[in-house]
């Protein structure tokens, strides 16, 4: 479990984390989100003791990275898969972080395999493309078997089969009673994976909820309605209190009522229906909303000053 307390992180005049706090929870999957340049891999870096925060703290099972005994049996981390030494071999990568973490040298070969990797194990590094690098990633993150994992943008450069596993891959460890946290920025993954999610903007927190709530508060399902009759149909609808806009060619959007009702409604007045379909929003139209509302939010905020 990771606490993150008051967290602020600057860079010259740049805060590129302010004062953020929240934590992320054992047995679930919290997802990491925030438009370029929000804070997230610096959160995640400060998480790790890779930066030195200019205030607050970040606490790993209560304490902060530096006191951990040996950190990578606690939590594991996946930053920069790029960031390995190019002239190692990909085991030879693997059981160098063994050795100087005390981890037994067998749980390399066993990593191997789990990240599909085994194969490639005496290639050199170096020469990996970005899916595999990032796989590799993964299993040094995992090497020390922790209760948390932190994943900065892990299926960046992964084929569909790649995005799948780490989507299984997650779920699982949680499932396991660990913590996740994952940042990404596809969205339609995020909302496979996430149970939870964190979005920062601007180095700030502007939501901290659980993945269902964000893309139902943040988005309209409406009732599509297509028929040759729209006036009569959004007459009904509207005696019923049911708020109906115009759609696209004609079609009607009826927020706040269901496709049964629609069509019985339809039905008793003799309307016919061409098409009558619920519609949600996914997450990325939620996401899109929401930051565009904190961008407009913080532009006048910054105005006013
Ligand atoms: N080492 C650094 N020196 C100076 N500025 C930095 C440094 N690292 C990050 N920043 C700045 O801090 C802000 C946050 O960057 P960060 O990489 O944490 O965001 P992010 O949410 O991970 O972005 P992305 O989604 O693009 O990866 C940005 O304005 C970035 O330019």
């Known amino acids: ?59 790993v099972d209560g304490k902060r990275y530096e006191d951990l005994p040996r950190p990578l049996t606690t939590v594991g981390a996946l930053l920069d898969a790029r960031a390995v030494h190019g002239g190692r071999s990909v085991r030879g990568h693997l059981a160098g972080l063994a050795r100087s973490n005390r981890l037994p040298a067998r749980r390399v070969d066993e990593l191997l395999e789990t990240v599909g990797l085994a194969s490639v194990a005496d290639k050199r590094a170096k020469g990996l493309s970005l899916g595999m690098s990032q796989r590799l990633g993964i299993a040094a993150a995992l090497l020390g078997d922790p ?3 932190l994943l900065d943008e ?55 909820t659980p993945a269902h709530d964000f893309i139902t508060g943040n988005s309209r399902s409406y009732v599509l309605i297509r028929t040759p009759e ?40 003799r309307i016919a229906l061409y098409e009558v379909t619920t519609t949600t929003a996914s997450l990325e139209d939620a996401f899109m909303q929401f930051t565009a509302d904190s961008v407009e939010y913080r532009a006048e905020q910054g105005a006013a000053r």
């Open 154 to 208: 892990p299926v960046n450069g992964l084929d569909p089969e790649g995005v799948k596993w780490v989507r299984d891959l997650v779920k699982r460890v949680a499932g396991e009673g660990r913590a996740v946290l994952i940042s990404s920025h596809l969205m339609s993954e995020m909302a496979l994976t996430a149970d939870h999610l964190i979005v920062i903007g601007r180095g700030r927190l502007l939501a901290d």
């Open 1 to 59: 479990m990771i606490e993150v307390r008051e967290l602020t992180k600057r860079y010259g005049k740049v805060r590129a984390v302010d004062g953020l706090s929240f934590r992320v929870e054992p047995g679930r999957v919290t997802g990491f989100l925030g438009p370029n340049g929000a804070g997230k891999s610096t959160a995640i870096r400060a998480m790790v003791g890779l930066d030195r925060p200019t205030s607050g703290e970040v606490l």
């Open 147 to 149: 209760q948390t994992l």
């Open 230 to 269: 729209p006036e009569r149909m959004r007459d009904l609808l509207a005696a019923r209190g049911v708020q109906v806009d115009h759609g696209p060619d004609g079609s009607l959007e009826a927020v706040g009522t269901d496709q049964k009702t629609v069509g019985t409604l339809a039905a008793e007045s």
